[in-house]
């Protein structure tokens, strides 16, 4: 079946440390992936996206890679902050470019 | 410009009663989309629109209605409404194009007794 997996733990990390979350994919050739940010009660954000011909992409403090050959992408934030603190889902195209799939989303913590 | 907007916030109805959920947008953007998100399944497309008086069915249509008659709007109604549609249900939009991002409301929590 086709799904995305995402780290279904939620991730705790010191404030200052880079947290790297991570976003599996199973029988999809997408051709982008996107991360987007969701804080309690409200509507997802978006960060970054990349497409399947780049292998890394960086905003400010967050880099995204994409490896089509794993079917996976690693979403990192570099000094991280409390404010970090948030849901992370990651979604990718399906060969629509009118839909995506969602994954269900990481939870993180950045502690001071 | 206030983004995607939402109404309301917080519904509660009861099973067989009808709504609609309003969605707008003050972008211009060609594509809308209605989202479920439920604990352990994630987001979930349930119809979505490529521009006004077109729209397609998503993932989770059944029991779900929606037109587009302008680039704004894109009401979701809920028929006959039954405790399985207690989500929280995001409208988003976006510019037409290839991975352009999505634009979130704030989503409203619908409970169904």
């Known amino acids: 079946s086709q799904k995305i997996e995402q780290n279904s733990e939620a991730l705790n990390i010191q404030e200052g440390k880079t947290a790297t979350l991570t976003c599996n994919y199973t029988?999809?050739?997408?051709?982008?992936l996107q991360w987007y940010r969701q804080d309690p009660g409200r509507g997802p954000v978006f960060l970054l996206l990349?497409?399947?011909n780049e292998k890394e992409k960086r905003k400010e403090r967050l880099k995204v890679t994409f490896d089509t050959t794993l079917k996976q992408s690693l979403f990192h934030i570099t000094a991280s902050q409390p404010a970090d603190s948030a849901t992370y889902l990651c979604?990718?195209?399906?060969?629509?470019?009118?839909?995506?799939?969602w994954g269900l989303g990481t939870s993180l913590a950045v502690n001071p | 410009n206030a983004g995607v907007t939402q109404t309301p916030k917080f519904q509660v109805l009861k099973t067989g009663q009808s709504m609609t959920l309003q969605c707008a947008q003050d972008?211009?953007?060609?594509?809308m989309s209605w989202y479920r998100q439920d604990p352990g399944m994630g987001l979930r497309l349930i119809h979505y629109?490529?521009?006004?008086?077109?729209?397609d069915q998503g993932e989770v249509p059944n029991g779900y209605n929606v037109s587009r008659s302008t680039t704004e709007d894109f009401p979701l109604r809920l028929l006959s409404a039954a405790p399985s549609q207690t989500s929280v249900y995001f409208c988003?939009?976006?510019?037409?194009?290839?991975?352009?991002?999505?634009?979130f409301g704030p989503g409203t929590r619908l409970t169904v007794l």
């Open positions: 972008m211009n953007h060609e594509y």
């Open positions: 988003a939009s976006r510019p037409a194009g290839e991975g352009n991002e999505q634009f």
């Open positions: 979604a990718l195209n399906a060969g629509n470019n009118r839909k995506l799939i």
């Open positions: 629109s490529v521009g006004a008086g077109i729209t």
């Open positions: 990349i497409r399947e």
């Open positions: 029988n999809y050739s997408p051709a982008y």
